[in-house]
């Protein structure tokens, strides 16, 4: 067993030593203010105002702001009694949610008094001058807490520490998420049954990482209810339809049990016995098990008794292989039957999800693998190869007192090179003493059980489990090396520092400007740089939602999981062209290119596409360019019945343009449906009704035209050219009054002022790679970002480069000055 009493005690010291710090921070990060944009870079600060830079003028708010927002009325929570445009910096907090109201056009209302375009882009501009002018003069970093491994994090760490990966849902719960994102360092709590977890998996991994676990273990993978399994799956066999293929960690060479369980109803019944299938397992492309279900034998058997006959083809369905230690690709699927064998297919790609009207296809609801039986040994695996890294010729065996000076020796370098790493900075005989006494525990049974036993201590340390830095005793400072190497890996990889990164932090090389932008662009074309996309992307665009999204069958009969995860893989192997070829940002919105497979392209009318790979493609219609023309988006932002320009044009607002709406007033009905009895409305005309309401009307003008520019796609992504009521109607004016014209012309008028979209980028990328919100002090920062990037015409990897650079990346703030600036703000 793991020394619990050690670790707790370190636990609960880091715990009070960390809570105020914390704490301080806790409720900011919960509240999620609207997102900020960040202080020109470090390196090489934009140009500074000078004394011929226009000002903005205060004549403009004193008349066309200062009747709404002032000490009495204070609409918005603003007032603009006593606040100085021309010192700005002094009130940014104000200024900047100004400034987000102005540019996404809320401002001045358009039924109130305006100032001419013109007119009131150079204040926008004048505005922003003035504040990232004053910004650059006293750089605020901002303070970040303590920052836990989430999830994701800790996983990823696991797999580059010991070449293992493991399913860290199954060990670990899901975490908060705050600002959009799950790594913001002020919400990742900590509780006593989260460390408990910690230790569980400590002792999980360790033991699977060595070889030493030989307890039985079943696990579970389960096909979602609406795939509708009549497709090849990519990885598995031609000639064969349905199932799955996972990857699955096998602890020991020994014999495992698999069991298939075909998808029935309450009572029992499954479709396709009618007709017999032959099933089969394989491992790593190798067929180790056929069987036939269905025939005659089996339909007759199911007509007298369904239940009975469900439990006999399980029982069927259930075999035991040898297999050797380490990660195996196992799949599970149907031999497809020819055409003589009338496998019809569901025409076209349409689910019925009612059980018994499915034509005769069986179908594989869930898999389990249960072993080790008869284990013989822990074999040759990733992580064993990868742990081991030293074996003395003297090890003793297993009941023999006392260890030799080689393996003591052995077993020191071992643990001391995984602690350097796991630890993220060298490791002190401090840090070593209590790894090692667990060690010669471990050893009195065998030399691994020795490793196992210290990895098990390193896994569940909190040097491991926090990322912790030394903060300044006042004021501000620059992060060590060491602690840069961190904010690096975790930013672009979402795991630990590489030995190279480690190397020159404690060679004191790596903020060294020419070394860190090598080191940057590096890390950018490594593999693990793939953490951008499945993280930082899928959660900025909200592809996580599509997995709870279930489109209303008797609406979308065409939608399945198929589909769905089409969706996913094309946006992300989108986003990801982006960052591996370093094309320019602006290509997320206006590229003439996409990814999609025979499934994807059939549901966007791309002809000539034909297998379950994905292969890039040249769009040949202009309304699909982009991410707003990709069913991913689409879909996340409809309803399960319908499309909701509201939430698509709230996406727009917050996730491309970074001028999100104010929320809905309470007691608001915010329903639209068509009533029963009266004649169906179409989506559009629901909304004008919703728009009287002049509560409503604000808000909604801004959203809900830039949604109509997308009606043309229902809820699905599918294009259309009527709905309920007659044609689509994709007309629509934009807040600044600009008029739009179905998704190519929303796509033109966004890009009509790319730093908008620009910026949201930054501001969402320097969220997710600070692991703090980004707040108002923030945003002169993005914009230096924004405007340097520019030069380079947007380059991904100038923007990533500009937040390395600025001083919230690279600086760090004593928590003393963000205790005294949250008490001056009570």
């Not at 109509?708 to 009527?722: H, M, P, S």
Request: hydrophobic letters at 35%; a neutral charge.
């Amino acid at each position: 067993m793991v020394n619990r009493r050690f670790f707790w005690a370190s636990a609960c010291v880091l715990t009070l030593l960390l809570a105020e710090s914390i704490r301080v921070v806790a409720d900011r990060e919960q509240a999620q203010p609207a997102p900020a944009a960040a202080t020109p870079r470090a390196q090489t600060p934009a140009a500074p105002v000078t004394s011929n830079s226009a000002l903005p003028d205060q004549a403009l708010v004193q008349k066309y702001c200062s009747s709404c927002h002032n000490d009495r009325a204070k609409t918005g929570g603003i007032s603009f009694d006593g606040v100085s445009v021309a010192e700005a910096g002094k009130h940014s907090e104000i200024w900047e949610k100004a400034l987000v109201k102005l540019r996404g056009g809320m401002m001045p209302p358009q039924n109130m008094p305006r100032p001419d375009d013109a007119t009131l882009n150079a204040f926008i501009v004048a505005l922003e001058n003035t504040l990232d002018a004053q910004a650059r003069q006293n750089p605020d970093p901002g303070f970040k807490p303590v920052h836990r491994l989430n999830r994701t994090e800790y996983g990823n760490a696991v797999r580059d520490l010991l070449d293992l990966e493991i399913d860290v849902a199954d060990l670990l719960p899901a975490d908060d998420e705050s600002y959009g994102f799950d790594n913001i360092a002020g919400v990742l709590r900590v509780s006593p049954s989260l460390l408990e977890q910690y230790l569980t998996a400590a002792n999980k991994i360790s033991g699977l990482a060595v070889g030493t676990d030989t307890d039985l273990i079943r696990s579970g993978y389960r096909i979602p209810p609406d795939d509708s399994q009549e497709d090849q799956v990519e990885g598995l066999p031609l000639g064969t339809r349905g199932g799955l293929l996972f990857k699955h960690q096998f602890p020991q060479d020994a014999e495992y049990e698999f069991a298939v369980f075909l998808l029935r109803n309450i009572v029992g019944y499954m479709t396709g016995l009618e007709f017999p299938h032959q099933l089969e397992i394989s491992i790593d492309g190798e067929r180790v098990f056929l069987m036939q279900v269905g025939g005659e034998a089996d339909n007759l058997a199911s007509d007298r008794n369904m239940s009975d006959t469900a439990n006999k083809i399980d029982e069927r369905l259930k075999t035991k292989v040898k297999v050797s230690a380490g990660p195996h690709m196992v799949g599970v699927t149907f031999v497809r039957r020819n055409a003589a064998e009338s496998d019809e297919p569901l025409q076209p790609h349409e689910r019925n999800h009612d059980l018994q009207d499915m034509n005769g296809l069986p179908l594989i609801d869930h898999v389990n693998v249960t072993g080790p039986y008869n284990p013989t040994g822990p074999g040759d695996t990733p992580s064993r190869r990868r742990v081991l890294s030293c074996k003395p010729a003297s090890v003793k065996g297993s009941g023999e007192t006392g260890a030799s000076a080689a393996e003591t020796t052995c077993a020191r370098s071992i643990l001391s090179t995984i602690a350097r790493r796991a630890y993220r900075r060298p490791v002190t005989e401090d840090d070593m003493a209590p790894i090692m006494a667990l060690y010669a525990q471990g050893r009195k049974k065998t030399f691994e059980h020795g490793i196992e036993q210290g990895l098990r201590l390193v896994l569940a340390n909190p040097k491991f489990i926090f990322r912790t830095e030394t903060a300044p005793a006042k004021g501000t400072a620059r992060v060590s090396d060491i602690e840069l190497a961190s904010r690096l890996s975790f930013f672009l990889w979402s795991s630990i520092p590489d030995d190279t990164l480690l190397t020159l932090a404690s060679q004191n090389r790596l903020s060294q400007p020419a070394v860190l932008d090598q080191q940057v662009k590096r890390m950018l074309n490594d593999p693990k740089a793939h953490a951008l996309v499945e993280n930082w992307a899928s959660q900025w665009l909200m592809l996580r939602n599509l997995k709870g999204h279930v489109p209303t069958p008797g609406d979308f009969p065409n939608f399945d999981n198929e589909l769905r995860q089409a969706f996913r893989t094309e946006t992300e192997m989108f986003v990801e062209s982006v960052i591996r070829e370093d094309r320019s940002v602006i290509d997320l919105l206006n590229a003439d290119y996409t990814f999609v497979n025979e499934r994807l392209a059939r549901h966007y009318g791309i002809p000539n596409i034909y297998g379950s790979h994905f292969r890039r493609v040249t769009l040949k219609n202009e309304e699909r360019r982009g991410l707003l023309g990709q069913g991913s988006i689409l879909t996340v932002t409809s309803y399960p019945n319908r499309t909701s320009p509201v939430l698509r044009g709230k996406y727009i607002l917050e996730n491309i343009l970074g001028t999100p709406p104010s929320p809905p007033p309470p007691n608001v009905d915010t329903t639209l449906e068509n009533k029963q009895g009266e004649d169906p409305k179409s989506v559009r005309a629901l909304l004008e009704q919703h728009r009287r309401n002049p509560t409503c009307a604000s808000c909604h003008r801004i959203m809900d035209p830039l949604g109509f520019a997308l009606e043309n796609f229902d809820g699905v992504g599918e294009w259309r050219v009527k709905e309920t009521g007659g044609a689509i109607d994709s007309t629509g004016q934009l807040g600044t009054g600009a008029p739009v014209d179905g998704p190519v012309g929303l796509r033109k008028a966004i890009l009509a002022q790319p730093e908008m979209f620009v910026r949201t980028l930054t501001d969402k990328l320097m969220i997710y790679g600070l692991g703090r919100g980004v707040e108002h002090k923030d945003k002169p920062m993005v914009r230096g970002i924004a405007r340097d990037a520019a030069a380079q015409n947007y380059r991904f990897s100038s923007i990533v480069l500009g937040i390395v650079r600025s001083a919230a990346f690279q600086m760090k703030k004593a928590q003393t000055d963000v205790v005294k600036t949250t008490a001056q703000a009570h």
